[in-house]
Nanobody, 125 residues
């Protein structure tokens, strides 16, 4: 079992940066592949970024590639999402998720077993 708590969201202007944090409980955090998803107003939840248990392998949605960076610190039981050059289209509730997948990563939300409560990111133009 793992519990996830996101933080770091807020209201920013286009072009600004934010760094989201996802703190995980439990002693086996390093066993989990992690992902970030988001859900904008009236939209389906969509994949943003993912990385495997070691952090060596990552994957990004095309919409955020080159602007967002996912990383993890297994010693701190935390995964991060650094978001640069934010755009109004990035406005959404951002969720982190975890799944035990061995050395793989996952981009499908249905693969993940554990979810945080979400943190709101609002980007004004």
């Amino acid at each position: 079992q793992v519990q996830l708590v996101e933080s770091g969201g807020g209201l920013v202007q286009a072009g600004d940066s934010l760094r989201l944090h996802c703190a995980a409980s439990g002693r086996t955090f390093s066993s989990y592949a992690m992902g970030w998803f988001r859900q904008g107003p009236g939209m389906e939840r969509e994949f943003v970024a993912a990385l495997n248990r070691s952090g060596a392998n990552t994957s990004y949605a095309d919409a955020v590639k080159g602007r967002f960076t996912i990383s993890r610190d297994n010693a701190k039981n935390t995964v991060y999402l650094q978001m640069n050059s934010l755009e109004p289209e990035d406005t959404a509730v951002y969720y982190c998720a975890a799944v035990d997948l061995g050395y793989e990563l996952a981009i499908m939300s249905s693969t993940y077993d554990y979810w945080g409560q979400g943190t709101q990111v609002t980007v004004s133009s």
